[in-house]
């Protein structure tokens, strides 16, 4: 019963969930502490010199907000096929593979693959990856 729980649910839309995750905060909190420096440095009167200014918090939530949006829209077409793969098994009744889901991913929606779903999604990962790049909780 749990395998065929799994095959259900889970399988489905797993590889595009681990993409559109991995990439969407994860590429946030890897882009953020770059992000945050080039604010600071658009920020700095260009007499400074080019000595690196740590950035405030203000900047570091600027940075992660920013690339949290940036990887929220890159990540959406996963998201969408991830949608669609559980659509597909639930109505079908068996394991779609990932390539068929994505290309009925794109058959369905066309260019609106890349941003259907958008707001909600993106917000919190934009709102998420903020808050992670000022409470720093992987830096070591």
Not at 12 to 30: C, K, Q, T, Y
Not at 87 to 96: F, V
Not at 105 to 124: C, D, M, P
């Amino acid at each position: 019963q749990l395998v065929t729980y799994f095959k259900r649910n889970i399988a489905p839309g797993i590889v595009w969930s681990l993409l559109r995750d991995s990439l969407s905060v994860g590429g946030a909190i890897v882009m953020a502490p770059t992000v945050s420096q080039q604010i600071v440095r658009l920020q700095q009167p260009s007499e400074q010199g080019t000595a690196e200014t740590k950035p405030t918090q203000a900047q570091n939530f600027a940075g992660g907000l920013l690339s949290g949006a940036v990887c929220g829209l890159g990540t959406q077409i996963f998201h969408n096929a991830a949608l669609t793969a559980g659509r597909m098994s639930n109505a079908e009744g068996r394991t779609p593979g990932n390539v068929e889901c994505m290309a009925k991913t794109l058959k369905e929606h066309g260019s609106r693959a890349f941003y259907l779903n958008i707001h909600q999604r993106v917000a919190v990962i934009a709102l998420w990856s903020g808050i992670l790049s000022v409470t720093q909780p992987f830096k070591t």
